[in-house]
């Protein structure tokens, strides 16, 4: 077997690609990401001008491996630079086991290593993580999923208990009734369906990075990127104090998660001494899923994230899932010590390509 590893040539080789990735992804049959606008969005529109790395493998004329990684911008420390955002790694399931995977992370990560001094994944398959150690990539913490229950209607269906619902409904309501934060009265909120619509998001979104050590520059042209995925639909959540100033964000979306339908907050950010907005921010998302029939609130975030975010004192609970960073220091210009300790980060789905 000979296995050519090279660029990819979204030109040449992008319907082989699409369907590499319903082969490796069955389970997103129907879903849009699998379309070419989904592609074109995630690869081709990144809002600077540094472009995404693609890479693909061969066997003869058949493509079994794909890599690619999309150019976010983190400031880390006081610096600002390029980061390869791994996604969409896959191997053909005809061919698995051949070193595959292997080969095409060996080669991808040295190909990126004259590009970005690390790289940043999020995997939640527990079988891909032997691998990307096995090529030097490190998990630094976890990130676990947390939720939130507003009512327990279909997650009892699924399990055949849906005539316990109403009465687990009730102690459901008591428990969240009494697990929420006090909140500054002359906080006001709103919530909208474009980002743009929020006065001073840019200034917030800088001085909200600017109170981290590590943290994704999510400047306007970046959102609005970010937020713009075909045929996905986001709201927007901010709080002012009284001045008007921006002082807390939320984006989020629907999602069905094992059939329930949810909320998936995307990105939370909240300014150093304003933790005060945290229960006016968990009341405004129940008011808004309780109109739209939604059951559950979750969220991707690391232990100290979720302590500083006030998750317990506001009803979620960490489920048994939980996604992992994992970084390859490519070039050592930042240190371990830099890139490993979880206190430096506030990581979400925002920061990688989910939901």
């Given at each position: 077997?000979e ?46 001008s540094?472009?995404s790395w ?34 969409d ?63 327990l ?32 009265k ?13 006065p ?34 986001y709201k ?39 933790e ?41 609970l ?11 220091n ?26």
């Open positions: 077997m296995l050519k590893l090279e660029k990819f040539d979204y030109t040449l080789y992008l319907s082989q690609q699409r369907f590499l990735f319903s082969d490796c992804f069955p389970e997103t049959k129907g879903n849009p990401i699998q379309s070419t606008e989904h592609y074109m969005w995630k690869f081709h529109s990144f809002p600077h540094i472009k693609e890479f693909s493998s061969f066997i003869d004329t058949e493509m079994v491996g794909y890599y690619a990684a999309i150019p976010y911008i983190y400031k880390i420390g006081g610096k600002i630079t390029p980061v390869g955002m791994v996604c790694v896959m191997t053909s399931p005809k061919h698995q086991g051949k070193g595959i995977f292997t080969q095409m992370g060996k080669f991808s990560t040295k190909e990126l290593s004259s590009e970005v001094p690390f790289t940043m994944g999020y995997p939640i398959r527990k079988e891909v993580i032997p691998g990307h150690l096995k090529v030097g990539w490190k998990i630094p913490f976890t990130l676990p999923l947390y939720i939130k229950f507003l009512r209607d279909s997650l009892l269906a699924s399990k055949k208990l849906g005539f316990t619902s109403p009465v687990a409904n009730i102690f459901l309501s008591v428990y969240n009734f009494f697990r929420q934060t006090k909140y500054n002359l906080y006001k909120s709103s919530v909208s369906s474009d980002i743009n619509d929020i001073g998001y840019d200034t917030f979104a800088k001085e909200w990075a600017d109170s981290l050590s590590n943290s994704l520059i999510k400047d306007l042209p970046f959102a609005n990127w970010r937020y713009s995925a075909p045929e996905r639909k927007f959540l901010s709080i002012t104090d009284k001045p008007g100033k921006v002082i807390g964000f939320v984006s989020f979306r629907n999602i069905l998660k094992e059939g329930v339908p949810s909320y998936g907050l995307i990105d939370y950010m909240v300014l150093p001494g304003h005060d907005c945290h229960g006016l921010i968990n009341k405004i998302l129940a008011q808004n899923a309780k109109i739209e029939g939604i059951e559950a609130i979750m969220t991707m975030m690391s232990k100290k994230s979720a302590a500083d975010y006030l998750l317990f004192k506001n009803g979620f960490k489920s048994p899932f939980a996604f992992s960073l994992i970084i390859k490519l070039t050592n210009e930042f240190s371990e010590e830099e890139l490993f300790d979880e206190n430096n980060w506030h990581l979400m789905w925002v920061d990688s390509d989910d939901l």
